[in-house]
């Protein structure tokens, strides 16, 4: 090996301005697009919540106006 022979010089690669904020920020958004995804599947019940509405009425004869 000849001691005088050109080496190729290591190319130097720049990080990005703002770093691993960037990919975070990446992340959470894949997170929360994630999350609605899985919201989009959930079955939604309307429930008229009559165990409340009966409470209420129980308490209405012993309410003081």
């Known amino acids: 090996m000849d001691a005088n022979s050109p080496r190729p010089s290591a190319q130097i690669i720049s990080f990005p301005a703002g770093g691993r904020r960037s990919a975070?920020?990446?992340?959470?958004?894949a997170k929360f697009a994630a999350e609605v995804r899985s919201l989009?599947?959930?079955k939604i019940v309307a429930e008229t919540g009559w165990y409340h509405q009966e409470a209420v009425e129980q308490a209405?004869?012993?309410?003081k106006n």
Not at 24 to 29: F, G, V
Not at 60 to 63: E, G, L, V
């Open 24 to 29: 975070l920020i990446l992340s959470n958004e």
């Open 40 to 42: 989009r599947k959930l």
């Open 60 to 63: 209405a004869p012993n309410r």
